[in-house]
């Protein structure tokens, strides 16, 4: 005997819920699952394809509607349109157990393969694949931080699988040009050598003097400001490799 869902009840599949309580009062919207962050970061902009149905519920998985009475009570208004902007701004995303998972697991993946990128075995200077990043990650015992995204979580796996894994592991380092009239040249010389981990060219010309180093990447920023203070926008600092490897 078939058995009849209740009226009231909505199917939806493939759903995110987006919850906000108010006013004591719990309210829901259906969302298409991933446009919520692309509603939020700008990118989806028609609100008609950010939502499953233009409804605000008590419940989505009961297919319980809210109460004109309510929403007015709670938000000054009954405007569904209204109403649903200030939940999806406001609201905290629900995420199942195995989305979670899924999600926590996305980001390690990127994770490693951004450390892949930006670091290498200092013996040889190639880097590992992300196989070997991933299973010393496990060693070190890194773990995924939910809500920050991957790129901002690489510098602190970066630290930690230097001091937590036994992977002989270190940044990739960078090369760049340095450019400087002959007179600063004169005095800064020495202290932009100081900095660079290998000098592969140097160069003196009549009017210029230049040189290609290999340079941690935390050099960067201090060779910008030193150039900036003491050349007064004289000098030039250029990146060619961001992360240069054996052969590159």
Not at 166 to 191: F, G, H, N, T, Y
Not at 199 to 226: H, N, T, Y
Request: aromatic content about 4%; glycine content about 6%.
């Amino acid at each position: 005997m078939p058995i009849n869902q209740p009226s009231n009840q909505i199917k939806l599949t493939n759903v995110s819920i987006v919850r906000l309580k108010k006013g004591g009062k719990r309210f829901e919207i259906a969302c298409y699952k991933n446009k919520v962050q692309e509603w939020r970061s700008g990118v989806e902009t028609d609100i008609d394809d950010v939502l499953q149905i233009a409804n605000v519920f008590v419940n989505v998985s009961k297919g319980e509607v809210a109460k004109n009475q309510d929403l007015q009570k709670a938000f000054n208004t009954s405007d569904t349109n209204t109403i649903v902007k200030e939940i999806l701004k406001k609201g905290e995303l629900q995420v199942g157990d195995k989305e979670r998972e899924h999600d926590l697991s996305s980001v390690r993946r990127e994770i490693a393969t951004l450390v892949a990128e930006k670091c290498v075995d200092p013996s040889t200077q190639r880097p590992y694949p992300v196989g070997v990043i991933d299973k010393a990650m496990t060693e070190a015992g890194f773990s995924v931080r939910p809500g920050k995204n991957a790129k901002s979580q690489v510098s602190e796996c970066i630290k930690l699988l230097q001091t937590g894994s036994k992977l002989p592991i270190q940044r990739a380092r960078m090369r760049v040009r340095v450019s400087l009239p002959v007179a600063d040249a004169e005095k800064l010389k020495a202290k932009v050598l100081e900095g660079a981990d290998t000098v592969e060219k140097e160069e003196q010309g009549a009017d210029e003097w230049q040189a290609v180093l290999l340079i941690d990447p935390s050099q960067f920023r201090i060779l910008g400001d030193m150039l900036q203070k003491e050349c007064k926008g004289r000098g030039r600092l250029e990146t060619l490799t961001f992360a240069a490897t054996a052969g590159s």
